[in-house]
């Protein structure tokens, strides 16, 4: 079945722990991203890498790291967790960045992180 | 960053059509899309429109594009409980430096009545 999956699907920590959300893809889609949603402020993009070892800045990517080195993984990793960052975490992939609808992004289920 | 508005709440009773609206300033947007998020689940993708459309049907949805207003808007037909959920309008380009970003409104929640 092709899907988004991620680890975990919740998690509470402290501040200054580091944390790893992983995400992981079966279609061996090039593009990959990953969005928080907030209540009211909708899904905004934090990290989206274009293929293997391209990625790039989002519109909110401060506190957050990530890397690509094989197509199909995609981690969200946050060094030293701030409460600022509890937030509900999607990552998602498509084909290509092309922009066309045929290759609409696809959405994991989502990681509810809490910061204490 | 592009913006995509919409309003925040909307309650109908059921069998009632519901209508979603949305407004967006990227003159460059070449496709709109209709996201739905059903409670603790990711967003499933309901129905998008090609910028150079003015309207498409698919069963009980309809999307309509006013271009020259920027204006989205999502009519479901004979509303049911199990349409109750946030629905998000979003828009990509494919070309510019924004090639495949989406770029998503605030979401609204749909709630609806028995």
């Known amino acids: 079945e092709a899907q988004v999956t991620q680890n975990p699907r919740y998690l509470i920590t402290v501040t200054g722990k580091k944390l790893t959300v992983t995400c992981s893809q079966n279609m061996n889609h090039e593009y990959m991203s990953w969005y928080r949603q907030d209540p009211g402020l909708g899904l905004r993009q934090i990290y989206y890498s274009m293929n293997v070892e391209v990625t790039d800045k989002g519109d909110v990517p401060e506190g957050y790291k990530v890397s690509r080195k094989e197509k199909r993984n995609f981690p969200l990793i946050l060094e030293s967790p701030s409460p600022n960052q509890t937030s509900l975490y999607f990552c998602a992939s498509s084909l290509k960045a092309s922009g066309r609808a045929s290759d609409t992004q696809y959405f994991g289920p989502g990681t509810r992180l809490t910061v204490l | 960053g592009e913006d995509v508005e919409q309003s925040l709440f909307l309650s109908v009773r059921e069998g009632d059509s519901s209508v979603i609206n949305c407004t967006y300033t990227?003159?460059?947007?070449?496709?709109l899309y209709w996201y739905k998020q059903e409670p603790g689940a990711g967003l499933q993708l309901l129905t998008y429109?090609?910028?150079?459309?003015d309207m498409k049907q698919d069963q009980r949805l309809t999307v309509l594009l006013n271009k020259k207003d920027k204006h989205l808007s999502l009519r479901i037909a004979d509303t049911q409980t199990g349409d109750s959920a946030i629905y998000f309008c979003a828009e990509s380009s494919d070309r510019g430096s924004t090639l495949g970003r989406l770029y998503f409104g605030r979401g609204t929640q749909l709630t609806v009545w028995p």
């Open positions: 429109i090609f910028s150079n459309m």
């Open positions: 990227d003159s460059s947007s070449t496709y």
